[in-house]
């Protein structure tokens, strides 16, 4: 504590009172005019800037799911809506939820063939805050639902220098929505369907004056696809902002889920013959409160946060677990001379736990003793200041970016993050933007200590990532853009001769393309498609190529029908099961009764294709699902 307290206090006096927090800001299309030439901006997106900036501007590859293309999958669970549809982004689903919080379900979210389980390299945030369980070092997925979500902005590729370790292979931020209107607004979704499954939930915003207020309430329970597959879940987000002027704002936020299940199958991956069932109880908190400054061009944001976890697994071992993490996020944007703009800033993070020797599972003689044992509280503190400054050249025909993170940490070495890259705007409606960056992870108490691999002397994970961007929009009704990227890690952690060591290494590469396209009034289609070359063999959850297409079609005044077609190719799940290759038609149907009362019904995997990607956990066939949306 002593330690914790001597960075605390290295903090108070480097910490400049700063930042506006992620501002909400609209995702349409801009167009910057000039004497000689006309681009569009693309949307404007947080991520990849600390700013409101344009994503046609940023080096960086940031892909945006708004609200309503979340709300056309019909899916409640927010990973579930957008794995596939953004290139290179593929998440390791299983049950009828997909997502299981224990036994690895939190950990398969991949993108570019970064992240999975049982660590985490993709860091997942909302409204700019990290979220991940930091005895583990992996996100939570069953946490985020649609509801109460603006829009999701992925980084595609490594975001270190701005969001630090966790951020090596990519970003995915989760922007909440805000109370924009005067007055209390309500909504309540409710649907039920295959597998006796119930999915609703509630969201208020409230806005008076300077106060406003968003709640979200959601319950989700299943019978699931295998016997005694069971699933409840209760959750709630709450924020609530003060606007002290229009310069100056408050905001806090809490979330709380509590998650109990059953899982059969498991038991049955180690021991097939088993006929033990692991019943989980997990519950996670998370709190913040941040003070936000906005002077134009020059604006900032402090925020203070604390999660906390319990985690019962019943097993042989009766696993328990606890964790807590506090952090201090700190960032200033402003302008040091004529068409450059710069970001400042500081992150303090100390995360710690309590758990039993090796998840229960006792390394020792066997003694009763031995399996008691716990770790105690150890702990982890990161502390890292970092500069980004990009430069407007020729009146926005160049743009060159720079940014560079010096990580400190009181258990690993000073690492220094680099990254740089450029936007060009050579002629009307095309942009070309390339990046070179620096991602690393550090080391998770689970390598460290956890099981019997532990090794608490590992350096953190590198990898250098190069990427070239071409965009073009043709016309009002068409816009398309490729990325082909080079990526190349070493002091990978793996466990050899049954302990966690730095040797691995590894060359991803691959080409990403999305296009958007309105040819009707009452017609919009977007379409994604990776592929992927890595030199490591049988990576899970990492498909050689992916395609999505998403259709909306505004049939009649009242009707509304959604499809999304997700193809996958090549994905490896276990060395005894072929390569995976599948392809899922969803449709959604709405129909709006009145103003206030929509009726919809989801039907999933329409043509019952057989699938599995995560080893052991067979993927749901064709599904149905039937409920309302009411506004009041």
């Not at 319950?219 to 005694?228: A, I, Q």
């Not at 005894?576 to 009726?599: G, P």
């Amino acid at each position: 504590m002593k330690k914790n307290r001597h960075y605390l206090q290295q903090l108070a006096g480097g910490i400049t009172l700063c930042t506006a927090l992620f501002a909400t800001v609209h995702t349409s299309a801009q167009t910057v005019v000039d004497s000689t030439r006309v681009y569009r901006i693309g949307e404007v997106v947080v991520t990849g800037s600390n700013n409101a900036t344009g994503r046609n501007l940023l080096p960086y590859t940031v892909s945006t799911i708004s609200s309503p293309q979340l709300e056309a999958t019909g899916q409640s669970q927010l990973l579930s809506a957008i794995s596939v549809q953004v290139p290179s982004l593929f998440v390791s689903e299983r049950n009828i939820f997909g997502f299981g919080v224990s036994n690895g379900g939190s950990g398969g979210i991949k993108i570019r063939g970064i992240g999975g389980s049982p660590t985490n390299a993709v860091l997942m945030m909302v409204d700019g805050q990290p979220q991940f369980a930091g005895i583990y070092s992996h996100h939570v997925a069953d946490f985020y639902g649609t509801e109460y979500v603006d829009r999701v902005e992925v980084l595609r590729g490594p975001g270190s220098v701005l969001y630090g370790s966790n951020a090596m292979g990519g970003v995915i931020n989760v922007i909440t929505k805000s109370a924009e209107r005067e007055g209390v607004h309500t909504t309540l979704t409710s649907q039920y369907g295959s597998y006796n499954t119930w999915r609703s939930s509630l969201v208020n915003t409230t806005r008076f004056g300077k106060f406003s207020s968003l709640v979200s309430l959601g319950y989700d329970r299943t019978d699931g696809l295998e016997d005694n597959f069971d699933f409840k879940q209760g959750s709630l987000y709450a924020k609530l902002g003060y606007d002290f002027s229009d310069s100056w704002k408050a905001r806090a936020d809490y979330s709380l889920m509590n998650f109990i299940g059953n899982d059969p199958v498991y038991p049955q991956l180690s021991n097939p013959e088993s006929t033990d069932i692991y019943h989980q109880n997990i519950t996670r908190g998370e709190a913040s409160l941040s003070l936000n400054n906005y002077y134009g061009s020059t604006n900032g944001s402090v925020r203070v946060y604390y999660s906390y976890g319990n985690h019962y697994i019943d097993d042989p071992n009766h696993f328990h677990s606890l964790d807590d993490r506090f952090g201090i996020l700190a960032y200033q944007n402003f302008r040091p001379w004529k068409d450059a703009a710069a970001t400042l800033g500081f992150d303090f993070d100390t995360y710690t736990g309590k758990i039993p020797m090796s998840g229960g599972h006792a390394h020792g003689d066997g003694s009763t003793a031995a399996q008691m044992q716990t770790i105690g509280r150890k702990s982890i503190t990161e502390y890292s200041p970092y500069i980004t400054l990009s430069q407007d050249l020729f009146e926005g025909a160049l743009i060159l970016n720079a940014g560079l993170r010096m990580a400190n940490s009181d258990r690993f070495s000073t690492q220094w993050i680099p990254q740089g890259g450029f936007v060009i705007h050579p002629a009307e409606g095309w942009m070309v933007k390339g990046s070179l960056a620096k991602g690393y992870r550090n080391p998770s108490f689970r390598e460290m200590y956890l099981y019997g691999p532990a090794n608490p002397d590992l350096d953190p994970e590198r990898m250098m990532n190069y990427e070239v961007t071409v965009g073009k929009t043709f016309s009002r009704y068409f816009g398309m853009d490729v990325t082909g990227y080079y990526s190349k890690g070493d002091n990978l952690i793996q466990t050899m001769n049954g302990k966690n060591v730095n040797t691995g290494s590894f060359i991803n590469k691959g080409i990403e393309v999305t296009a958007n396209s309105q040819p009707l009034d009452k017609l919009t289609l977007r379409a994604t498609y990776s592929y992927l070359y890595t030199s490591l063999n049988n990576l899970t959850a990492a498909p050689k190529n992916q395609y999505f297409l998403g259709i909306g079609w505004q049939a009649l005044p009242k009707f509304k029908v959604d499809a999304e077609l997700k193809g996958v190719g090549g994905l490896y799940v276990f060395d005894d099961m072929e390569h995976q290759s599948y392809t899922l038609l969803n449709i959604k149907l709405t129909y709006k009764v009145i103003h206030a009362l929509e009726l919809f019904a989801t039907l999933d995997n329409i043509t019952d294709t057989d699938y599995t990607i995560n080893r052991g956990y067979k993927m749901p066939g064709f599904t149905g699902m039937g409920g309302f949306k009411l506004h009041f």
